[in-house]
């Protein structure tokens, strides 16, 4: 079977970048919380992306900050992706009570806003570290996997096999999450990267509103923002850090398509 | 009726779960309207009346029930910072969000939903390779960073609007709606092309179905397998989809619209929240799960109507 | 399918298009300011706390006296005054009026200073034992005399028959409120009958920005006039067509300590922090300059009381800082600093002791709260490791930065305690002779500089843009915008 090219970019564009991260567990070019320089120098020999807003170096804090803004979404993703699996397939499967009470929860989450569920955990939990972060932001992802999934589910549900295997008697765990699931991939993937997607930004966002991830630590989010403020007089700040959020949302982008394209057969 | 009945009964639920968490939530936070009041001048003294006057002493069941009774009664309570109704509050900001949002929600539908069919359509690799990564980088791109670069180019360069004058909406309404155009912009953006790659992505899914195959092999041109078959199955996931999109429309106006400084809910709610004015985010909270409510009705009502056979699993 | 997206397309530049021809002009033309905090408190003047609030208002209300940029306080409501012992007199100025056109009489003024003495509004106040009305003068007569009690004159004179200074408050000053649109804007506007010099500027809108970015492309876009507390980054971006003007913010930024709690119960922890931190550095490196360094709870305005040897007592030595720490047994430090997080400088400030405090080997970590959090937690509940934030004082009075450090005072979140100093208060506060009470201020000042109470940086650089071609801000030695001297030039 032919590998799809874009699943096979997209690895090596992840691992590029989760490469650059685990690399700024052990080196980096300067400490990334450092003064090593000038305020705003310009990318050059001595600081190869320039320095920030405090005379730091972008390279050591962009390969760090990569780390944490990947390691947030992702785990946020997956949290959110499972649970709403979850909730997705019992809905759809059993209706009625169980699928009025988890939408209204559902819906109760939805509009309940994100920045609130992010100052009570931040409050119960302490501020600024990236745990509370991921918690806040997979609480406030379930809603979107599970109402994606739920329809997922009920299409799926009424096919001829789903109640052939029914009628020979297979476990409803077993018929939802190794009969159908697969069959819901094509909904569950793009919606795993669009979550991602989604993740990367609001990780960003929450830093915005201030209530991210602390610093000096880096994050890509937290460093956008601090670039934003900043674009006349260092421009490369922003260029560099946008770069890499879109060069990590990019790989997971791709992945999500050649993961498709493979589960297709294509 | 009975449908109508149902949904009634939806809304009362969820708000209710809503409204009685954000209670739940303010008791949790640190701080009440009267720290966040008085602020550092503070005595303890001062602290306690004040307390005493905004009945904050008494437990949160008897908090929560009156504020409820109130609801029902019209009364939505009073700000504790500006001491004024909430309702006379809220009114001029709703406006400018409901603007804001329907405005970016009509952008996703216009540009994506075309979009969308036109790239499920699309085979030539290059195409798609190009159209993927042009898509991909408009995803990646935060939603207040979209919003400096739209000042940078339409405001300070074109002049086209003129940032941080938002005009009334009573005295100028077609120019706080080419003000809130630009937003709605930098809100759509990054959903038109999450939208486009749910469709296409969903499209390519059916296509390898079976049962598009045997249609396939029977000789049916493209087009129609296109329009016939992998549309009404791709349709169901796409509205929710869409539905989904509506409701998480309110969430990116928060950032937004401190970027513009558009003097929208999303703003208020922000600030509420850091002043414990909760009658205020109460009454947000509200507003926001009606529209979540509405949104998903919407789109189990175009879902039923597309494909009945949905009606049997809601039975059961 | 392509015509289906062109049309969309099209249709959509077309509203763009459309809705941007349309203007209005019938508009009057506003004088701009930006703020960053809405006047979302009531507007009582004796009622509010918001600093953000009153300094705006201070355009709208008036004191018997009121405080001039040079830090001195010259008669408003009244025309003079006298002062004998315990006895104040006062003559109300002819022919004052109120915003809503009714003169001011001797009974509003009690009304006002009986108000805020019974509300405990003021809380000098209580020292007051009779005020009388009587024509046109106004006797106040004190319990006790008091050298600074002037300092507390400047509390509003409001009219007494009137409901709904919450909401649409009246007063004196040279501008009338007109009206409040929540996180919208503010608009003022001159006052014909003021007493002084009318204000050349007739229509101000203060806008509320609370965002820093947002606030820098207003300023750029033409949407905003003017806007105050900018940073040196936001200054330097700024381009031409502003000038700027530097004050100072009238503040104490310091990493607060908390003295009751181990190990910053230990004088040489204190000090050890205190070496180990470069206030030059900060200012240098994060502000670009501008600032003035601090050595203790006073900041240059109050030239009388402020002692600049206090500045660098601590010369920054990082080996003395961990020779203190070793001594103290404290050779592995690690602590929190708690900052709220919608304070750029302070969070600015924070980032730098952390970097700074690593070269002593010490290890903080910063820990970005929300305002209301910082207030009930830190502030009101005392519980905290450090801190950075700002302290401005209230009123004229060296008084209102230095009493809170006093032992028994409920502001006193520190937890500083030192017997010498709740000496030195009590005498301070009971002393009638102001040359005699300066020195009190000053020695309790020392007091808190050797007992390296809290790492004090520095008074923040007030920096104002006002568009090229306005002139007049006035800087006062506490937390208020004067908007009555603004004017255009060549007019």
Redesign the interface.
Known sequence: MKKSASLIIGLVLLAAVLAAAAVSVFYTPYDP???SGA?FEAPGTAHLFGTD???RDILSRIMKGAGTTLFVALTTVLIGAALGVLVGALTAWYGGVVDSVLMRINDAITAFPSILIA?VL??LL???KPGNVILALSIAFVPSFSRVMRTAFATVKNQDYITAARLMGVSTGRILFVHMLPNTLSVLLPSMTIGFNNAVLAEASLSYL??GV???AASLGLMLKDA??????APWYAIFTGGAIILTVFAVGLIGNGLREEEGGG | MRYALGKLGTFLVTMFLVSALTFVAFAV????PA?????????????EALRQEMGLNEPLPVRYLKWVAGFFSGDLGTSY????PVGE?LG??LRVTLALSLMSFF?IV??AL??G??AA?VENKTVLGIGSAVNQLLMAVPPFFTG?IL?WVF??TLH????????SMD??L??A??YL?YAAVAIAIPRIAMTVRMMKSTADGEEKKDYVRTVYSKGAAKSLVMAGHILKNAVPPIVSFLAQTLAEIIAASIVVE????I?GLG??LV?SI???DYPVVEAIVVIIAFWVVLAGTLADLINLAIDPRLRKGDKR | ??K??CL??A??LL??V???C???DN?ESYF?V?IAQ?L???LDPHLV???GTKEVMFNVFEGLLKPTPEGNLVPAVCSSYTVDGTKYTFTLRDGIKFHNGRPVTAEDVVYSITRCRDG?YVSAFSNISEVKGEGNTVTITLKEPMVEFAAYLTCAIIPRDYADQ??APIGTGPYKFVSR????NVILQAFDDYWGAKPKIRNIRL??????????????????DMASHLTS??V??L?DGFDIVQGNMNLVQALYLNNVRAPFDDIRVRQALSYAIDKHEIIN??FDGYGSPLGSSMYPAFSKYFLPELTDYYKTDVQKARDLLKEAGYENLSFRITVP??YQPH??T???I??QL?RAGINA?????????W???V???RDFETTVVG?DA?TMTARALLERFGSAN??NFIGYKSEKYDELLKKALAEYDDAKQTEYFKAMERDLTENAANVYIQDLADLVAVRKGVSGVRFYPIYVLDLSGLEYEGK
């Open positions: 919380e450092s003064f305020k807003n405090f005379g100052l931040v409050s302490g501020a600024g201030g209530i602390a610093p000096p934003q403020s900043c674009l006349d007089l | 936070i640190p701080g009440d720290t966040a009041k008085l602020g550092t001048e503070a005595t303890p003294e001062q602290l910072k500006y001491n004024t509050l001029p900001k952008l216009v540009i075309p979009v069919l036109f359509g400096i000042t405001s300070l086209l609007f003129i940032h941080g004058d938002f005009p005295s100028n077609p120019g709606l080419h155009f401190q970027v513009f400084a003097p703003r208020f600030s850091s002043g414990r | 399918m392509k289906v997206l969309a397309l249709l959509c509203f763009a459309l809705s941007g349309k203007k209005t508009e701009t930006a809405d979302d408190d009531t706390v918001a600093a405990g919450a909401t649109s929540a996180q919208e806008r509320i920005i609370e965002n820093g970015d947002s606030l820098l492309m207003s300023l750029k876009s033409g949407a905003v980054t936001q330097k971006g381009g490196h994060v997080s919608n969070m600015d924070a980032t730098v952390v970097e690593k970590s910063i820990e970005p709260v929300e305002w209301e959090t207030v009930s937690r502030y009101s509940g302290f209230s409920g502001k």
